[in-house]
């Protein structure tokens, strides 16, 4: 049975440096990639970022100079790290399986998420 | 970037309705459309994929169609447990979300 879930901090301040955790099940991280997407408050979807099965990554340009991905494939977790945060980067943070296929995949399987509070 | 487009943002139908949910794409994204429901609290869920493909296990009153920039999602008869927030996304290039269509029971 695949699972996602994330965990990490709740409330942070601007300025600081935020860092999710991305448990997984029912996978290998060496076979599927994993996304993180976000959802600002009140507002849609976003993709953010994602690290492949071969450990390469791909960041969305809007958050590309902020962010970064990273895994550790013996624990079967994927962490986001995020720095100089902003009120506008409060909202809920989602990880997210890519299947295996050729092409740009979808996603498959979601966490459901964790909602991030950057305030003073 | 690709935008994409959901309408209605928000539908109110009754039990047994037929329900149709569009997503419209800025550019051709050929057949790469996927629709997921997304109830309260909970994680989302993949229901169609390749724009008209059903997920295993999603049940058949769920169908998509189209290609290129119009795409729709229809419920054939809405049941209660189909109250949720539905959302596209396109995987031709990159990803991009639509906006989202919350489903109430009228």
């Known amino acids: 049975q695949v699972q996602l879930k994330e965990s990490g901090p709740g409330l942070m301040q601007p300025s600081e440096t935020l860092s999710l955790t991305c448990t997984v099940s029912g996978f290998s991280l060496i076979s599927n990639g994993v996304g993180w997407v976000r959802q600002p408050l009140g507002k849609g979807l976003v993709w953010m970022g994602t690290i492949w099965a071969g450990g390469s990554t791909n960041y969305n340009s809007a958050v590309q100079s902020r962010l970064s991905i990273s895994r550790d494939t013996s624990k079967s977790q994927v962490f986001l790290k995020m720095n100089s945060l902003q009120p506008e980067d409060t909202g809920t943070y989602y990880c997210?399986?890519?299947?295996?296929?050729?092409?740009?995949?979808?996603?498959?399987?979601w966490g459901q998420g964790v909602m991030v509070t950057v305030s003073s | 970037d690709i935008q994409m487009t959901q309408s209605p943002s928000f539908l109110s139908a009754s039990v047994g309705d037929r329900v149709t949910l569009s997503c419209k794409a800025s550019?051709?994204?050929?057949?790469?459309l996927a629709w997921y429901q997304q109830k309260l609290g909970e994680a989302p869920k993949l229901l169609i994929y390749?724009?008209?493909s059903l997920q295993t296990g999603i049940p058949s009153r769920f169908s998509g169609s189209g290609s290129g920039t119009y795409f729709t999602l229809t419920i054939s008869s809405l049941q209660p447990e189909d109250v949720a927030t539905y959302f596209c996304l396109q995987h031709n290039s990159w990803w991009t979300f639509g906006g989202g269509t919350k489903l109430e029971l009228k």
């Open positions: 550019q051709n994204i050929n057949k790469y």
């Open positions: 997210a399986r890519h299947p295996r296929s050729t092409g740009i995949p979808l996603f498959d399987y």
């Open positions: 390749n724009a008209k």
